[in-house]
């Protein structure tokens, strides 16, 4: 891809033991988490525990760019 950057799709919903923050540096990025959408825009944040069910992805056809912190306690 063009920049050298590595493009990550997820496909299913994911948990496992451990913690993530989620900070958005370009676009718009809706994570599902439990039964709920959240809108996350460039600036916005996000704190977790991966062991709730969630899944991430693009809330458009436009790219996006998170910096994605994950601790995993395993």
């Known amino acids: 891809s063009e920049g050298g950057g590595n493009q990550i799709t997820l496909k299913k919903i994911t948990a496992f033991n ?24 460039i600036g916005d944040t996000i704190y977790y525990h991966s062991t709730v069910p969630h899944f991430i992805t693009t809330n458009t056809d436009e790219p996006a760019l998170i910096l994605a912190v994950i601790y995993n306690s395993n």
Do not use: R, S, T
């Open 18 to 41: 451990g913690e993530e923050f989620i900070y958005v540096l370009d676009g718009e990025v809706k994570i599902a988490i439990e039964n709920e959408d959240i809108i996350l825009n």
